[in-house]
């Protein structure tokens, strides 16, 4: 059996939940009983080695699920949820056709349900007339190549060709047919190490709407290029230049059939030390995004901003001291829309956290505290949100081993606060889950 390999998995997952939006803020729309979740889930992965050169494999996903949400614009009686369906399969395989060339092919296919349902029934949409109903297709062919030349360079190259569909019952069919073709290559010198990749794609869309038919293309080349040196056997010095885009995906097309992709580009520069448990990571970053995508004041439409920009610095850090392990993460950045001149909305300039935990007799305990410092509610209001912080606990047990038990107190204090103004977050909540994990 040592030529098949295969796992499964399946689970359930559900919560009473919260009443998603506070309803202090909409007293007379709301309806103020929690919006539950219910989740299962279900997937296997088979991989069969046919030869010394060659496996072929087989990947099945199915997950249904069921949210509930409030509506601003609803009644107190109202009882809003959204139901979604999910499947995929795949087909893939590997082969080794030299020594130096390996092979990979993957072939996909996903179909997707979603639902809105007010009182157990259809509804119309907040914005339109059509029903709540939402149905898609995609089909994916990745090619994926790897070809080592010399002992320190390696060349990669393939392509992805992505064929999607996707409806609502009398508002829109919409068709995006992708073409991606890529190539990278990365070199080892002595102390230096270099990567450079370079991708084109082309993103056509057609969308039916309201019976008018409206076409949309994207062409877009990006790239990186990436440089390090090894100081020594703990100091590394790295940088990279990189860029890509976003197109706009199938509800902004439906909205605003002539958007074009947003465009990013990003700079990094950063040292790292190891030695031992010891790591700290340093690194300097700046970001542009042109041609920014963003809906407007009702939600109606989505427009193309001219440029927003971020950049700050990252610190990361890990150690072991006295029998505890320590991670540490912190970011202070100026996220920013230029084209307006004012914060970009709900991104926060400074965050972190920090974890702490040991192991005691077999057991595994820890602590997390994470903080947040004030954010911008949107683009369109006055409201910053207030800075906010967070402790969890954590602890885990191998019973044998095969099976671990874990649990974990989220937002252990019950803290109140909003990532978006008027919605409430979880309060505190405790999970509890049992790993399986066979041994061959």
């Known amino acids: 059996m040592d030529d098949l390999k295969f796992n499964f998995n399946a689970g359930q997952s559900g919560t009473k939940g919260f009443s998603s939006i506070n309803p202090a803020y909409y007293p007379t729309a709301v309806n103020p009983d929690n919006d539950e979740f219910r989740s299962a889930y279900a997937g296997g992965k088979f991989e069969k080695k046919l030869n010394s050169d060659l496996s072929i494999g087989l990947r099945l996903n199915i997950k249904n699920s069921i949210t509930g949400y409030d509506n601003s614009s609803g009644a107190t009686s109202e009882i809003n ?7 995929s399969t795949g087909l893939f395989a590997r082969k080794e056709i030299t020594e130096k060339w390996i092979s990979n092919i993957d072939i996909s296919n996903s179909n997707f349900l979603y639902e809105d349902l007010k009182n157990g029934s259809l509804v119309t949409t907040t914005y339109d007339s059509s029903l709540g109903r939402y149905h898609g297709e995609q089909n994916i062919l990745r090619w994926f190549n790897t070809y080592e030349i010399g002992k320190s360079s390696v060349v990669t190259f393939g392509s992805d060709l992505n064929r999607e569909t996707f409806g609502q019952t009398i508002n829109y069919d919409l068709n995006r047919n992708t073409n991606g073709y890529f190539a990278g290559l990365s070199n080892r010198y002595e102390k230096w190490d270099f990567q450079g990749n370079l991708r084109t794609d082309n993103v056509k869309v057609s969308n ?3 019976g008018v038919l409206a076409n949309n293309a994207t062409n877009t080349n990006s790239s990186l290029v990436g440089v390090g040196y090894q100081f020594d056997d703990s100091w590394r010095l790295s940088s990279t230049i990189s860029s890509g885009f976003r197109a706009p995906n199938a509800y902004e097309i439906s909205l605003s059939p002539t958007l074009v992709a947003e465009k990013h580009t990003s700079q990094e520069i950063g040292v790292t030390y190891i030695a031992n448990d010891n790591l700290i990571r340093t690194t300097y970053f700046q970001s542009k995004t042109k041609n920014a995508i963003t809906i407007n004041d009702d939600y109606t439409a989505y427009t193309n901003i001219g440029e927003v920009t971020n950049s700050g610095m990252e610190l990361t850090a890990r150690t072991k001291l006295a029998g505890n392990s320590i991670k540490l993460n912190a970011v202070a950045q100026d996220p920013w829309n230029s084209t307006a001149s004012m914060a970009l909305a709900r991104r926060a300039r400074q965050y972190g956290s920090i974890d702490i935990s040991r192991p005691i007799q077999g057991f595994s305990f820890g602590a997390k505290f994470f903080v947040s ?34 649990v974990r107190l989220e937002n252990t204090f019950n803290r109140q606060y909003q990532l978006a103004y008027g919605y ?15 041994k061959q």
Do not use: C, M
């Open 81 to 87: 949820q959204f139901k979604v369906k999910t499947n």
């Open 424 to 438: 409430n977050t979880p309060g505190r909540g405790i999970y509890a889950t049992l790993h399986y994990h066979p």
């Open 208 to 210: 039916l709407s309201s």
């Open 373 to 406: 410092g004030q954010r911008k509610n949107s683009d369109y209001d006055t409201v910053w949100l207030g800075g906010y912080s967070l402790w969890s606990f954590y602890g885990s047990h191998d019973i044998n081993n095969e099976l671990t038990a874990r």
